[in-house]
C-alpha cells in the first residue's frame, strides 16, 4: 500500500514523500522523495491527480499535480490553507 506524506520544507526535507507500506509484515518497505514543493503539510490525491497545501515566501496556497507534474500552484497573501480535499463530483 501507498501513503503519501507532505512535510515542512525549512530544512533538509524536499516536500512530498512516498512510504511503501508491507500491510502483511506491519512495517515500511520503501520511502523515498516524490514531489518537490515548498511545505506540503496537507495533501489528497485522487487516481493520477495530487492536490497540496503550499507556501511560497509570505504567501500560501494549493498546488496541483498530474502525474506527477506541477499542473498549476495558485498562492494568495492572505494565510496558508489548513487542509486540502478533492470532490469527483
Given amino acids: 500500500m501507498q501513503v503519501l506524506?507532505?512535510?515542512y520544507t525549512k530544512k533538509?526535507?524536499?516536500g512530498?514523500?512516498?512510504l511503501e507500506l508491507d500491510d502483511?509484515?506491519?512495517e515500511c518497505k520503501e520511502y523515498v522523495h516524490y514531489l518537490?514543493?515548498?511545505n506540503p503539510t496537507y495533501i489528497t490525491a485522487s487516481g493520477a491527480n495530487i492536490f497540496s497545501v503550499c507556501s511560497e515566501n509570505d504567501k500560501g496556497?494549493?498546488?496541483h499535480f498530474k502525474n506527477g507534474v506541477l499542473i498549476s500552484k495558485v498562492l494568495?497573501?492572505?494565510t496558508t490553507p489548513?487542509?486540502?480535499s478533492y470532490n469527483q463530483n
Fill in 16 to 18: 512530498i514523500y512516498s
Fill in 24 to 26: 502483511n509484515r506491519k
Fill in 5 to 7: 506524506l507532505g512535510t
Fill in 61 to 63: 496556497g494549493i498546488a
Fill in 82 to 84: 489548513c487542509y486540502v
Fill in 12 to 14: 533538509d526535507s524536499k
Fill in 36 to 38: 518537490s514543493i515548498k
Fill in 76 to 78: 494568495n497573501q492572505k
